[in-house]
């Protein structure tokens, strides 16, 4: 899948390998600290404040909705 980016650039879509494996490893860094998971708290705010609902945000992050919602 490709698209215009910015600058009328093509933009290709970025494959993962082991994209499971990149989750997981994602993941744990989020627990890691009080900080990231602060960031990770503020970007789901943004993703809201850009038209997302909670139900969105949640399935994106693996979370449940009233986890996004509180």
């Known amino acids: ?11 290709r879509k970025l494959v993962i390998a082991d994209a499971d ?21 503020l970007h789901g705010l943004l993703l809201v404040t850009d038209g997302h609902s909670c ?3 949640a399935d994106l992050f693996g979370e449940d909705r009233r986890t996004v919602q509180r």
């Open 55 to 57: 139900q969105q945000v």
């Open 21 to 41: 494996v990149m989750r997981l490893a994602i993941q744990q860094e989020i627990a890691r600290s009080d900080e990231s998971r602060s960031d990770h708290r």
């Open 1 to 11: 899948m490709t698209g215009q980016g910015y600058g009328g650039t093509v933009m």
